[in-house]
């Protein structure tokens, strides 16, 4: 965003002030400040977060962005950059680190693997997607992404914020949404806490398949 | 069609064992059947009196058809040579049981827990057997080969789902639970009790204890290290039992980012593979294309062009370096240099993706080697830019990463003397690559085992003596010398010709039998063990990784070191994640 964007007023400032004085508005402020200094989790999980790293190094330098400050704790951070394949061990780890994360918080996926599961979508310890559990602003496509798809898709990032205001986010709604992701459990397979109930139809159904052949 | 060379030039085990060893006469095997309650006495004559002291790599594989579950172990002698491949079947019975070997090599430790994970095979008087990549109390061992994963669409790929109709459905709406998750029938998770799959992993660890230090009595405190921390390089995850800042106890926790790359590679036709090797250590996609190339090119029973060979050591010995480089930088992180040291490594680092890039299309992911060579010529502009790195930029690169740190004094005081291995420990527990060569083992795969043109080079085998960290930074300083000097000569040998010995196909076919290629990665012995039985697919995939193994002796060099040490040591073991869980 420019300084003119930033500084659009509307109303008409006297000329000796110009330079002294700057109007604008609370979202457009707010939103300038939160887009400059997104500061994302120091969160790797697989190949993608060499090429975060990479893009943090000198060639690509993401600090252009406001964004080169990786804090390594959930609770200063407010991106978290899913790069790599989510596994189901690993699940449990990054809901709760979500939920640790402070409003406003924002995911991307990144590469194919936290987007839909990428190449590794069969296996039986992969999830298909981050997008199953958390919401996911924007979403990168590759197998990794170049550091120019990242920086890309951040740019995305800060254009989605600029467009936010503050009456309608949902952070600051009243009642906020400051429910928390059920953390998943793992049992005899990866259970989500949220399908419970369709989880235990499904079971009494596929008991009910196995048993009728046998009675006849 | 032996693993590295005939195997009658070896001793004769059926002779000295009658009725307890029989050579493998299966067609395109090789090595020995050893009868399985024999198992133990065989591997310390094995290692005693013939001398292969080096376990490299022990592989489970189920012969669901036979009834047979198979465990192959790939023994090989720290003064070079080819390897003595030896195997135990076992009935297909419930339980699988074996003797463990790790009262003889320490170094199947890790690796039999992998197979008591994935195959079920049970190993009695194993010290520690639990789960290793998946959680205690994952239902099924899925590796089996009567095991099917949520998504289960067919037993072999191309899909007949997808091929040749195309009539292709999420793979959401085919399973029951719309999910990547399968329960068995009835099952009711309002029943069902969390069980805290961790405690298994605490009890292993010394107990909780109270001890009275100077009139004050001091607890043992457990710390949690991941697998959400900046230090263990991704998501390893490291359980430490401290007194104060010493570690009392260490386990290894890991399976994070276990994303079945067996599994899925048995689905998958022989060349799908190979874009997914790249994928295992992800920083060397181009040295990880190697063995599996070589594995699968040994039992076709074709040769590679002189052209691609060399390609292929060049392309090798450029990842080493940017690898060892990267270590070097992130090492620096872990003591504290926050990220200057990696911001000089990621500079050299992305000039040789730029030559990467140009050669095979992708700057990580290079998916570059072919069964019979290469994928495409390097473009004789790339070639120039590589012979202007080699021999203008990087050497004086390497220096410059030597002045700046080699002496630091704050470096130095924090490496030397640190986690110590010795020489007996660093064989005894399978340790491969700059790990076992700072102990004062001279061993490298490219001299004790040449395989593609790495005997016409001249070129020394770095080695260190003091088994430290800091000889384990040296070494890695040293071997980007040797691979600078490697890349000179090749650059300057490297005939024209054809880069593909055979007609590039996307369908190979490869005769029945197994394979084990290897070669000496960045990190270690990067090998795979592969099994064909004529079909388009892979029958077992196996890959050793040597991120995977070398851990082995984390807890060995961590214990009675401050916490602080524990991540440079594990800094330097070198870890790469999607190798370590695959």
Not at chain 1, 69 to 78: A, C, I, L, Y
Not at chain 2, 10 to 15: I, K, R, S, T, Y
Not at chain 2, 59 to 87: C, N, Q, R, W
Not at chain 2, 169 to 191: I, M, Q, T
């Amino acid at each position: 965003m420019t300084p003119n964007e930033l500084n659009s007023p509307g109303y008409d400032i006297p000329d000796d002030m110009k330079n002294v004085v700057a109007i604008t508005t609370l979202d457009k402020i707010y939103n300038f400040g939160r887009r400059s200094s997104v500061w994302p989790l120091m969160f790797g999980l697989a190949c993608c977060a060499i090429e975060m790293i990479a893009a943090q190094a000198s060639r690509y330098d993401l600090a252009r962005f406001g964004m080169e400050v990786m804090r390594p704790s959930p609770r200063q951070s407010d991106l978290m950059l899913v790069a790599g394949t989510v596994t189901k061990k690993m699940l449990p780890a990054i809901v709760r680190l979500y939920n640790q994360m402070p409003e406003p918080k924002y995911v991307i996926a990144m590469g194919a693997c936290a987007s839909g599961g990428g190449p590794f979508k069969e296996g039986y310890n992969v999830v298909a997607g981050i997008d199953k559990y958390l919401p996911v602003d924007v979403y990168i496509p590759g197998c990794p992404p170049t550091p120019q798809a990242l920086v890309y898709g951040l740019i995305k990032l800060q254009e989605k914020i600029d467009g936010q205001s503050l009456k309608q986010v949902r952070w600051y709604q009243k009642g906020a949404d400051s429910v928390e992701v059920p953390i998943p459990m793992l049992g005899p397979d990866l259970i989500d806490p949220r399908r419970i109930p369709e989880i235990k139809t499904k079971a009494a159904e596929l008991a009910a398949a196995a048993t009728i052949p046998n009675a006849e | 069609m032996t693993t590295p060379a005939p195997i009658t030039t070896q001793f004769d085990l059926a002779e000295k064992f009658p009725g307890t060893v029989s050579a493998d006469a299966r067609p395109g095997y090789a090595g020995w059947i050893v009868a399985p309650e024999k198992l133990t006495e065989v591997a310390i004559f094995i290692r005693d009196e013939l001398g292969y002291d080096l376990l490299s790599s022990v592989t489970g594989v189920d012969y669901l058809a036979e009834g047979l579950m198979e465990i192959v172990y790939h023994v090989y002698k720290t003064s070079g040579g080819p390897a003595l491949v030896f195997k135990a079947q076992l009935p297909r019975l419930d339980p699988v049981k074996v003797a463990s070997l790790t009262p003889v090599w320490l170094g199947a430790e890790l690796q039999e827990r992998e197979i008591w994970d994935l195959y079920g095979i049970h190993f009695e008087n194993h010290p520690d057997l639990r789960r290793i990549l998946m959680w205690e109390g994952f239902d099924g061992h899925p590796m089996r080969k009567d095991w099917k994963e949520a998504f289960y669409d067919d037993e072999v790929k191309p899909f007949k789902s997808r091929w040749p109709e195309g009539k292709h459905a999420f793979a959401e709406d085919r399973s029951p639970f719309g999910d990547n998750v399968s329960f068995e029938a009835g099952f009711d998770p309002e029943k069902w009790t969390a069980t805290d799959p961790e405690e298994a992993l605490y009890a292993t660890l010394k107990k909780y204890k109270t001890v009275v230090k100077d009139g004050i009595a001091t607890d043992h405190i457990l710390v949690n290290m991941g697998p959400q921390h900046p230090s263990t390089h991704g998501v390893f995850r490291a359980v430490v039992m401290l007194d104060g800042e010493n570690v009392v106890s260490l386990k290894p926790v890991m399976g994070y980012l276990h994303r079945n790359h067996e599994k899925i590679g048995e689905r998958n036709t022989f060349l799908q593979n190979m874009p997914y090797t790249d994928r295992l250590d992800y920083f060397n996609s181009m040295s990880n294309n190697w063995p599996y190339a070589m594995a699968v090119e040994k039992m076709m029973g074709i040769q590679v062009t002189e052209r691609a060979e060399y390609i292929r050591v060049i392309m090798a010995e450029l990842s080493r370096i940017q690898n060892h480089m990267i270590l070097i930088g992130m090492l620096m992180n872990d003591l504290g240099a926050y990220f200057t040291p990696a911001l000089y490594a990621f500079e050299e680092r992305e000039l040789i993706l730029d030559i990467f890039e140009a050669a095979s299309g992708s700057r990580m992911m290079c998916n570059y080697h072919r069964f019979g060579g290469v994928v495409r010529d390097v473009p004789a502009e790339a070639l120039q830019k590589l012979k202007d790195l080699v021999f203008e930029r990087l050497p004086g690169k390497i220096d410059e990463f030597d002045r700046l740190l080699s002496e630091n004094e704050i470096f130095v005081s924090r490496l030397k003397g640190i986690g110590y291995l010795s020489p007996e420990d660093a064989i005894r527990t399978s340790m491969t690559g700059p790990m076992l060569r700072a102990s004062g083992i001279p061993y490298d795969i490219r001299r004790a085992d040449p395989y593609s043109v790495y005997d016409r080079f001249d070129f020394n085998v770095a080695v260190r003596y003091n088994g430290d960290l800091y000889d384990r930074y040296l070494i890695r300083i040293d071997e980007m010398r040797e691979s600078i000097k490697i890349l000179e000569q090749a650059l300057r040998q490297m005939p024209e010709g054809p880069v593909m010995s055979v007609k590039p196909t996307y369908q190979v076919k490869v005769p029945a039998g197994e394979a084990y290629g290897r070669i000496e990665s960045p990190k270690g012995e990067l090998g795979f063990y592969v099994v064909s039985n004529g079909k388009p697919n892979p029958y077992r995939y196996h890959v050793r990784a040597p991120s995977f193994i070398n851990l082995t002796s984390l807890e060995m060099t961590c214990v009675n070191e401050k916490i602080a040490d524990f991540v440079a040591i594990l800094g330097a073991v070198d870890i790469v994640l999607g190798e370590l869980d695959r």
